[in-house]
């Protein structure tokens, strides 16, 4: 008889997850233990019975069978959110790969205590009765002090140190008198630090807006799909339209319930206005975790929901981590951003993994986006999704006006800079009228993908069908298949010399404003003016309280932002995330327009969006113009199928890196040659290898090869094939490998 091994770890925090133990496992308990089970195991020179976690199996001991101790039980007092964290990280590690303890370092949450911040409470010790007879002898004494303490807590039994000290003026003495005296008692408690600023966001009434009938309708349907059996729930709401307001219906509901809610945003630059809406409706029971804040108000944020002060969390992708023992919905805000895929191992993503932890914790899940993922939107179709929509915005605001600006045209009339005369007139109007601009410089994709700004040409890779990138030694090359050809001098089409990269950034934009419009004020929002720990919030407050005229920024300033007195929106380069080399380039590009131009006209104004393209005629652009979804998401998937992209197919990417580029390519080499050896399906294609976009990065080298396949399952197993290969092999001892699964 085969004898079966568990690894199990016995201290979940976070520095203690790499030391795991061996247990055997008896033939009684097979098929009970699982990776995530809780188990009783004899521990140490006494034996003593302790709780471990299960977090991996195998049939190999790791050192002498005979010394190898026995599970003694599988813990029978009910699942934790230990255990099923647990088990979710083993459900990464399978579907993404990586190795278990990744996936744990990924789930687990950073437990590094740090030192509590303590306060202390006065309470009245005796009755009302009791009280007043000490009142009337302290005024008999004239004992000041005593009086305004005393006459305070008769007023109000319970008074914090701070208030009493600063306000009352009361000396420790007299605390240390009455205490002595058994009139007052004083205690000692816990101050977490609580990373939301109250008073930014308790001077304004509680919202209480009513659902108009579309959004009623969205609601009502919803809840009739989780009493249905609870798919996971699309919701495809226009800019503007209040999806924020059905999630507080679902929220309101769940907590009623007795549950906990998850609020997933893409980005920091986002919490500060979502942070508002949200606190404004529940109080202290909502909270923030974010990669700005210190470690010591991250601890005391899950010290909060350990104590179950907190049932509200919102965060990016990491918050979905949170500890909560009655998690009961998770929402996905902006479902489609690229951020909610993890660039480290393992390379996750938040919506599969939300949807696998609901599924764990029986808890709901709900996307929402004015322009959903190609991957969620064919998931409504084939029926995996619900799918519900509010095409109206809320308040009776009208979608802006959108305008394209052929940048081809602009060339010929000489005009040279990053704003069009068309963008240049709209931003004069809007400055008179003292209203705001927002100016959007696409950014996604400028690495290097090269144009003619004559007649708009790009250079594409003749095999893969995304733009060939442009390299430091001259080449320009597809990081799909490895195809290369020379830099180009003129275009291949019109013969202009106007063939090249786009260069301009964020500084030179605001600098081309100021030559035009000295009077105006203005802000700039990018990676540097947004270091420090305040920095998007310092800057959105400042553009949201009327102290600049213009926001000039990268993508971070057109995802989710409300801003009623913004009528403009300019993008001043939109084809530079068109052609990046990447296959979703159209949809990234779509998204991007659409949530921009939504960001004009949202209250009670009209506005209006230009949009600044050498290819007015490409159907992404087209759609955006006229924000029409469905005409985008037809010709996108057609292309997706043409291709043999996801969703369609199923994409694996194998990246590596080394310091040694021909180590780096006989790696590359002999993992092609043995995924050619262990495939099994004829359908299945390998594409690459080759370098990557940014082919080199702090002296190591890096390329990539891709897995096209039409059955996720086979993906699977020729990573998981390909990882043990790996693993035996010395060769890659040098090599860093990463999976990424249909990015």
């Given amino acids: ?176 008198s009455l205490a002595e005296q058994g009139i007052i008692r004083l205690e000692q408690f816990t101050v977490y630090r609580n990373p939301i600023g109250e008073s930014d966001v308790l001077v304004q009434e509680k919202e209480a807006p009513g659902l108009t009938a579309e959004q009623k309708e969205v609601l009502d349907g919803i809840l009739r799909e989780w009493e249905a059996g609870g798919r996971p729930c699309l919701i495809q709401g226009i800019t503007g339209s209040g999806k924020t307001l059905v999630y507080m219906e679902l929220i309101e509901k769940v907590l009623l319930e007795g549950r906990q809610v998850i609020i997933l945003i893409p980005e920091i630059a986002l919490t500060w206005q979502t942070v508002q809406r949200f606190y404004r409706k529940f109080g202290s029971l909502v909270t923030v975790l974010n990669s700005k804040m210190s470690p010591a108000e991250r601890y005391d944020q ?33 479902e489609h951003e690229n951020s909610y895929r993890s660039e480290g191992t393992p390379r996750y993503h938040a919506r599969e993994t939300a949807i696998a932890r609901g599924k764990l914790e029986g808890a709901h899940v709900v996307l929402g986006s004015a322009t959903p993922s190609v991957d969620a939107y064919y998931r409504c179709r084939q029926g995996s999704y619900a799918l519900f929509q509010m095409k109206s915005r809320y308040g009776g605001a009208v979608l802006p006006k959108v305008y394209p600006v052929d940048m081809r045209e602009e060339l010929k009339k000489g005009n040279r800079t990053v704003l069009s005369g068309p963008l240049q007139e709209a931003i004069g109007l809007r400055l008179r009228a003292g209203e705001q601009v927002m100016l959007f410089l696409n950014r996604r994709g400028y690495a290097g993908f090269i144009s003619c700004r004559a007649c708009g040409h790009v250079v594409k890779c003749p095999h893969c069908d995304v733009s060939l990138t442009y390299h430091n030694n001259g080449r320009l090359i597809c990081h799909y298949c490895g195809f290369e050809r020379e830099q180009l001098t003129s275009c291949p089409e019109c013969g202009s010399p106007y063939i090249g990269g786009f260069r301009a950034g964020t500084q030179q934009v605001e600098q081309v404003v100021r030559k035009f419009f000295p009077e105006a004020r203005t802000l700039r929002m990018d990676a540097d003016t947004t270091r420090g720990k305040d920095g998007y919030e310092r800057i959105l407050k400042a553009f949201s309280g009327g102290e600049a005229d213009i926001l000039i920024g990268t993508q971070m300033i057109v995802k989710g932002h409300d801003f009623p007195k913004v009528t403009l929106v300019g993008v001043i380069a939109a084809d530079v995330s068109l052609f990046a080399s990447d296959y979703r380039a159209a949809e990234r590009t779509y998204q991007l327009l659409v949530q921009a131009v939504g960001r004009a006209g949202r209250g009670e104004l009209p506005g209006e969006a230009v949009i600044q393209t050498y290819h007015p005629e490409h159907y992404s652009i087209q759609a955006a113009l006229s924000q029409d979804y469905e005409a985008f998401y037809e010709e996108e998937i057609g292309s997706r199928e043409l291709m043999g992209y996801p969703p369609v197919s199923n994409l694996l990417a194998v990246h590596a890196s080394c310091d040694r580029e021909d180590t780096l390519q006989n790696a590359m080499e002999y993992i092609r040659r043995y995924l050619i050896r262990i495939r099994r399906r004829n359908d299945l294609q390998l594409v690459g290898p080759a370098p990557e976009s940014v082919a080199k990065v702090q002296d190591y080298y890096r390329e990539v090869l891709y897995l096209k396949s039409g059955e996720e399952q086979e993906l699977i197993r020729m990573r998981e094939l390909l990882e043990r290969y790996i693993e035996i092999n010395r060769g890659f001892a040098s090599v860093h490998i990463q999976f990424d699964f249909n990015a």
Avoid: C
């Avoid at 009970?32 to 001991?61: E, M």
């Avoid at 965060?315 to 009961?328: E, I, K, N, V």
């Fill in 1 to 176: 008889m085969n004898e079966r091994y568990a690894d199990i770890i016995v201290d979940i925090t976070h520095e203690k997850l790499d030391r795991t133990f061996q247990y055997q496992i008896p033939p009684e308990l097979e098929g009970r233990v699982q990776a995530g089970t809780r188990v009783k195991i004899p521990f140490g020179g006494g034996n003593r019975i302790i709780d471990g976690y299960v977090i991996g199996l195998g049939s190999r001991p790791k050192y002498e069978p005979a010394k190898i101790k026995k599970i003694a039980a599988v813990a029978e007092d009910g699942i934790t959110v230990e255990t099923r964290l647990i088990t979710l990280a083993a459900w990464i590690r399978e579907t993404y790969g990586s190795t278990m303890i990744q996936a744990l370092k990924t789930v687990v949450p950073v437990k590094d205590k740090k030192k509590a911040k303590s306060g202390r409470r006065i309470l009245l010790n005796v009755d009302q009765l009791q009280a007043a007879s000490w009142l009337e002898q302290f005024r008999r004494r004239k004992y000041k002090a005593k009086i305004r303490l005393l006459e305070a807590l008769v007023e109000r039994p319970e008074l914090t140190d701070e208030y009493v000290s600063k306000e009352l003026k009361i000396p420790g003495e007299t605390l240390k």
């Fill in 302 to 334: 899950f010290e909060r929901v350990k104590q179950g002060e907190v049932q509200i969390v919102i965060g990016p992708r990491s918050a979905l981590f949170t500890p909560f023992p009655r998690l009961g919905l998770i929402v996905i805000d902006e």
